[in-house]
């Protein structure tokens, strides 16, 4: 990572008064946006948890976000749309330059920097992993034509004997974990791991000696990889042990068809193990998915390794997020107009709910929300609307209100960085969701109010829920 001299002088200094135990950040393209930074709760699920919150700083640039941790953790950091990974050692201070990333295409996920730290200590984890990668990196370059012959095993033990002997004095765990499953995942990649007397040199090697490192993040990656088949990928007759603890919803009895397997000997990989794996069935056996949801709650709730009961609870809210026929995620809102009176999902019960995100300055949305002013004089007796404006500013959204008074049904501001988004998972605007009277989703997403390309719109499934209601109207599509 290089930056002109001149960027070093600016942030030099900014970050001169910085305080101990915080990131200080300068990020000049991104005045103004929020900074958020998370790490990850589990790394079966990749959930995301907020350890702080800040704001780039339009008179100097920077942004300040304290830190207190006790362990070292892979972090990700968050400036607007853009993020960028790290490292986060107990007791320590970062200061960096946090770039907005060039010629990246146009994507509803975060483009990707890489952040330049000013005044490293040459001891903290992200110096030595940085500097490691760099190494191999010239390692592998330096031979280049025999690895192309491939010879890439045999230069990998050569490299593996060098590093042990530059990295015997250093007392870090987390790093010397990170160098550890890095070569491992390396071997397992290229190394042929499919065959099982490999297999069992690698489980032997990485797998049975060592605890199981949960919060490293390098760790994780290999051990996903290496447990990595599905449950019809085991023996016929273990299969057939898993199928009838699936259909029993019994945890115990799945935890004990797995052990016939010698790499999940150890309960606690076992558990985890088997977690991971109902939460891929989920998919693959769309008629066992009520057995997968009952046994990951039975987990959650009976698990005999804390960490394991997280990552259940988090598969279990991952598969059950957004799909048809499970509760809709809970809405509690504040309305603008009335900072007395909350919008909340339960009052809507009773009735259909017909959900949309839209923003004001977006032509599609604007002309839905014209559609769906005569679909909601003609359906409101049977379902209830809901609108959630996401603009970036208030000011926008009130504009949209004061000059649209027929837009007369509950209609909510929450922002552009308001949790629900990602409850409801909005990618696009506008996007449209139907929530059955008893909370739960009908139908996602749910067809728009203006026809779509094939001249379907979301008329026609009103039209049925009008009819259901009373089934003895003669009622047609199109009409009142």
């Known amino acids: 990572m290089r930056i002109h001299i001149s960027i070093l002088f600016l942030i030099t200094t900014f970050l001169s008064d910085a305080q101990k135990h915080e990131i200080v950040g300068f990020a000049p393209e991104l005045v103004g946006e929020k900074v958020t930074l998370y790490t990850y709760q589990d790394y079966v699920t990749m959930t995301r948890i907020n350890l702080g919150e800040a704001t780039v700083n339009p008179e100097d640039s920077l942004f300040h976000l304290p830190l207190e941790t006790s362990g070292t953790f892979n972090a990700v950091l968050e400036v607007g749309n853009v993020e960028a990974s790290l490292y986060i050692a107990p007791q ?3 200061e960096m330059y946090f770039p907005k990333p060039k010629d990246q295409p146009l994507t509803f996920k975060n483009q990707l920097t890489q952040v330049l730290f000013y005044g490293l200590d040459s001891t903290d984890i992200n110096y030595r992993i940085l500097q490691y990668n760099q190494w191999f990196d010239a390692f592998v370059a330096y031979h280049e034509v025999e690895i192309a012959r491939g010879q890439f095993s ?9 590093v042990s002997d530059a990295y015997k004095e250093i007392k870090d765990e987390y790093f010397i974990t990170y160098v550890r499953y890095n070569i491992a995942e390396m071997q397992q990649t290229f190394g042929g791991n499919n065959q ?24 994780m990656k290999f051990f996903k990889g ?3 088949r599905k449950f019809e990928d085991f023996p016929p007759t273990v299969e057939a042990y898993i199928n009838v603890a699936i259909e029993k919803a019994s945890p115990t009895a799945l935890m004990a ?6 790499f999940l000997a150890n309960p606690e990989i076992r558990e985890m193990v088997m977690i991971d794996k109902l939460g891929k069935h989920f998919y693959q056996r769309p008629d066992q998915k009520r057995s997968v949801l009952v046994m990951l709650d039975s987990i959650h709730n009976h698990a005999r390794y804390a960490i394991n009961a997280t990552i259940a609870k988090n598969v279990m809210n991952y598969l059950t997020t957004m799909e048809v026929g499970f509760p809709a995620p809970p809405i509690e809102l504040t309305d603008p107009q009335d900072s007395t009176e909350v919008i909340s999902l339960g009052q809507y019960r009773g009735k259909f709910l017909y959900l949309n995100f839209f923003e004001t300055w977006n032509d599609q949305a604007n002309a839905d929300m014209r559609v769906m002013i005569e679909l909601q004089k003609k359906y409101g007796e049977y379902v209830s609307f809901l609108s959630i404006c996401t603009d970036k500013d208030k000011e926008t959204y009130q504009t949209y209100r004061n000059t649209n008074p027929q837009v007369d049904w509950d209609v909510v501001y929450i922002g552009a960085d308001h949790p629900l988004k990602k409850d409801y998972q909005v990618k696009a ?7 059955d009277p008893s909370g739960f989703l009908a139908s996602v997403p749910a067809a728009s109010p203006s026809p779509d390309g094939e001249y379907e719109s979301i008329d026609k499934i009103f039209f049925f829920i009008k009819k259901a209601m009373e089934p003895n109207g003669a009622v047609r599509v199109g009409e009142p």
């Open 154 to 162: 045999t230069y990998l033990d050569t490299f593996m004997v060098y």
């Open 429 to 435: 605007i506008p996007t449209y969701f139907l929530i």
């Open 92 to 94: 320590t201070s970062y």
């Open 257 to 262: 068809a797995l052990k016939q397997d010698l």
């Open 226 to 228: 290496f447990y990595n």
């Open 196 to 219: 099982s007397n490999k297999r069992l040199e690698t489980f032997l090697s990485y797998i049975e000696p060592f605890p199981v490192y949960y919060e490293n993040d390098q760790y």
